[in-house]
């Protein structure tokens, strides 16, 4: 018997098959671009992603027909709903949390949810990147949309349903709503019935790790799947990556490195506003029962992969054609310390503390001898840089971080592992998977069955280490120098940014 995780993220999908010891029976992963139709806009072909998931199950599934699936739950970037008919229609698109649209909604929305008091019911701030504004943006600019929906759901709550589960969402990616009240564990009615938005449109909100349902008969006989194989309330994949890295007591964070770059510190009791909001920091429900997580980020890997399309279009190609990656072609060519070039990480909106939107980025320090590695070492730096000053103002909230585990595509290169753990001065183990927001789905799917009696059980079983990076102290004191450079670019260049990017041509 074996267990189905599936990660579904912003720019590609993880589908693997394990086994109880956390063995790797199968996997495949399929990469995908956010579409634009406009300036501004960036949302997922639904109908496209839906098909190439059930792609990858098909092949992963063939690959261990010994191994039949027992259970199944999904993890999913959070934040971009989809809507879909009561007879599991996919009824239109996604809008990703970087599209523009729903800005129009903020100011009249701050008059009615002021930090604080927002936070004190959903833990979390206001901003154009959760599915309130866009929800508010669907039923004012595609209201036959809106009306015609009978649910939007996130993505790990689509794929459940299109498989055969009931319309349901976990308490973490309600959260990424704005709708959600932590402290009772459903949708707030208050928040609804302020900003308009129609409960009935809203899956049943449930805690990680519970059966939602079946596999439907057709759906099974599709994708090669054992009849009534149970479906399992997956988590947003954050906290999803936490489990699959074993990340579930306080003290513990994850160092996520896919398109986003997110450290994800594990706690226990929630704190104040007062304390959390200037900080930009959120509180979210973990995967793991009694446990809360808050996330620090930015658009890194995305940054990272602009890079890999603007410098080495042709050869990640041809590395494409022959079925082999580019990446550790590139990051053999990146320095051993500090570059020179000092990256500002605003290509696209940035996260906390300051959730910039209407910047852009910069690379300073560019000369005719700048190599390509030199580059790509500055973007790495200046993205951990990024996430540094978010961390370095954690021990006033009380949340503590002792070691990170890494996850992600970007946790597989050896030298980006390593240089963030100079830059931050703290060790960081890698697990034997990194893809763990995979893994972590398929420990949850293990726990809902009852193959594991609690995460801790699923993790023990399941997750290994492989290494852990220590810091260099030499090169961590080579990395605060440059950190105060970095420092110094943003208040130099504000205004200036600001001017430059509001000034479209």
Request: some cysteine; aromatic content about 8%; charged content about 20%.
């Amino acid at each position: 018997m074996s267990l189905l995780g599936i990660d579904i993220g912003t720019t590609g999908c993880k589908t693997a098959l394990f086994s109880h010891q956390g063995e790797v029976l199968a996997s495949t992963y399929t990469e995908y671009n956010a579409q634009s139709a406009q300036s501004g806009w960036a949302e997922l072909d639904s109908h496209y992603i839906w098909g190439m998931t059930k792609v990858s199950i098909r092949e992963v599934v063939s690959h261990a027909p010994e191994d039949p699936v027992e259970a199944i739950s999904i993890s999913s970037l959070g934040e971009a709903v989809v809507p879909v008919s009561s007879d599991r229609r996919i009824l239109g698109p996604s809008i990703l949390n970087f599209d523009q649209r729903g800005e129009e909604f903020l100011p009249e929305l701050q008059e009615k949810l002021e930090d604080e008091y927002l936070y004190q019911i959903n833990g979390n701030t206001l901003g154009n990147h959760y599915s309130l504004t866009k929800l508010l943006w669907i039923k004012e600019h595609q209201p036959d949309l809106y009306n015609q929906a009978y649910k939007f759901l996130h993505w790990s709550g689509l794929v459940s349903f299109m498989l055969g589960a009931d319309p349901v969402i976990d308490y973490s990616l309600a959260n990424r709503t704005l709708l959600f009240n932590i402290n009772q564990g459903n949708w707030s009615d208050e928040l609804l019935n302020l900003t308009g938005l129609d409960r009935e449109k809203l899956p049943a909100a449930v805690p990680s790790g519970i059966v939602t349902g079946e596999v439907s008969p057709q759906i099974a006989a599709e994708l090669g799947l054992r009849p009534k194989t149970l479906i399992v309330s997956g988590a947003h994949d954050q906290c999803a990556n936490a489990v699959g890295c074993g990340v579930i007591n306080a003290g513990e964070a994850v160092f996520g490195m896919g398109t986003y770059i997110c450290i994800t510190p594990v706690f226990i009791e929630r704190r104040s506003p007062d304390i959390m909001v200037g900080k930009g920091l959120n509180t979210e429900h973990h995967a793991v029962p009694g446990r809360y997580v808050c996330f620090l980020y930015n658009q890194g890997g995305s940054i990272v992969k602009w890079f890999r399309d603007t410098y080495a279009a042709t050869e990640h190609q041809q590395a494409l054609a022959k079925g082999e990656d580019i990446y550790p072609t590139l990051f053999s060519e990146i320095p051993l310390g500090p570059s020179n070039i000092i990256v500002l990480p605003h290509f696209t909106s940035t996260g906390p503390p300051n959730f910039i939107s209407d910047s852009c980025g910069v690379m300073a320090g560019m000369r005719l001898e700048t190599s390509r590695g030199d580059i790509l070492k500055g973007i790495i730096e200046g993205i951990t840089y990024y996430l540094k000053e978010g961390i370095d103002s954690l021990p006033s909230t009380g949340i503590q971080i002792t070691h990170y585990r890494a996850a992600g595509g970007g946790s597989q290169s050896d030298k980006w592992v390593q240089t963030c753990a100079d830059i931050m001065g703290t060790p960081i183990t890698r697990p034997e998977i990194t893809e763990a927001g995979a893994l972590g789905a398929a420990i949850i799917a293990g726990v809902g069955c009852g193959i594991f009696t609690s995460h801790e059980e699923g993790v023990d079983a399941m997750v290994k280490m492989e290494h852990t990076f220590e810091p260099d102290p030499k090169k961590h004191e080579l990395y605060n120098c440059q950190y105060e450079k970095y420092h110094r670019l943003w208040p130099l260049m504000q205004d200036y940014l600001f001017d430059l990017t509001a000034e479209k041509i």
